[in-house]
């Protein structure tokens, strides 16, 4: 297979997996929105968290909401909770790597706090201690998974919303999980802003 034919597979399948994916994530990104939206509006605020790539995807939602997405409004309130390299690194030392976002959800958050957990096969370790963490601090967990939803699908509670991207190729679940996130922070905006 030559490289054009490869890279133009690659968007196919991401662009199919997209497609399959809108009816079954929408009330989800619905839900999760609400959720967010009324942290906020109760002072509350959203802890995100994730490995590797959803690391960097957690640190986009934040910003998003900090600064803005794509309308003027002041900022929301969210912490990624991966940017700390003291904390993380003392965290693991000290402790466990497991433990890097389970103490700061303990630390930091409480209820009416959002937890944005991302991990692309829903088994992460440390993830699924930030779920259990959160749970504890009486959080809500909007969680972005794929595959089956692993570990973390079957620990959520019933008031928790469940984001669990199709398809079984990370690069692919990632890509959903960033059009659900940039879904997310447009579905905040036009619930606290009124945008028709």
């Known amino acids: 297979m030559d490289l054009h034919t490869r890279i133009s597979q690659h968007f196919t399948e991401s662009a199919h997996l997209k497609f399959q994916a809108v009816d079954f994530l929408t009330p989800g990104i619905v839900a999760g929105a609400e959720r967010i939206v009324q942290c906020l509006l109760a002072d509350g605020k959203v802890l995100a968290c994730g490995n590797g790539g959803s690391a960097a995807d957690a640190q986009h939602f934040s910003a998003e909401m900090l ?3 794509e309308m003027e409004r002041p900022g929301l309130a969210a912490i990624t909770l991966t940017t700390d390299a003291s904390t993380l690194t003392s965290i693991a030392n000290d402790y466990d790597f497991v433990e890097v976002f389970s103490k700061q959800v303990r630390a930091l958050g409480h209820a009416p706090d959002v937890l944005l957990a991302i991990s ?60 659900a996130i940039h879904c997310l922070c447009d579905a905040v905006d036009c619930l606290l802003l009124g945008v028709e």
């Open 120 to 179: 692309t096969s829903g088994n992460s370790p440390n993830i699924v201690a930030a779920v259990e963490a959160a749970h504890e601090r009486g959080m809500t967990v909007i969680a972005l998974t794929g595959k089956d939803g692993g570990r973390i699908g079957e620990i959520l509670a019933p008031e928790d919303i469940h984001l669990c991207a199709p398809g079984s190729r990370t690069a692919h679940i990632q890509e959903i999980h960033i059009t």
């Open 67 to 69: 600064n803005r997405f």
